[in-house]
């Protein structure tokens, strides 16, 4: 029977933020990638900025190889308490207001849309007209 894993929280995690001690949170699990820094191909930068957060799509985005994915148990130290990490939030943009410049209602546009091209038929047609009975 395997042992229980220790469960972390956000803010636990979240103290493991310096080179000398660094934490990723990336799909649930925690992992202490301090001997890695060196290591990482992408520089230590990459994964001190992941720090102090859910790490996973930053991870997926890189699109990371099967190999670098075995290496992870090697860091794996606990599991986060999903509780404690926020939510995401969709992102809705606020909604424009329709926005008429000349304040111009839009029965008018629209009867405009119809007899404007209207009249440059007409006034096509009777400039032909013309030009052919001359």
């Known amino acids: ?43 230590d930068e990459v994964l001190l900025s992941a720090t102090g957060k859910d790490a996973t799509d930053d991870f997926e985005d890189v699109g990371h190889s099967s190999t670098a994915r075995a290496m992870m148990d090697e860091y794996y130290v606990g599991e986060i308490d999903s509780s404690t990490i926020p939510s995401r939030v969709k992102y809705t943009p606020p909604k424009q207001p329709h926005y008429n410049q000349d304040k111009t209602t839009d029965f008018i546009i629209k009867i405009l849309q119809f007899l404007v091209p209207l009249a440059i038929l007409g006034l096509a047609v009777g400039v032909r007209f013309y030009t052919k009975s001359a």
Not at 17 to 24: A, K, V
């Open 1 to 43: 029977m395997a042992p229980e894993s220790k469960v972390f929280t956000l803010g636990d995690v979240a103290k493991h933020n310096t080179p000398q001690d660094c934490w990723l949170i990336i799909d649930g699990k925690v992992y202490d990638v301090t001997k890695f820094l060196e290591d990482h191909p992408g520089g």
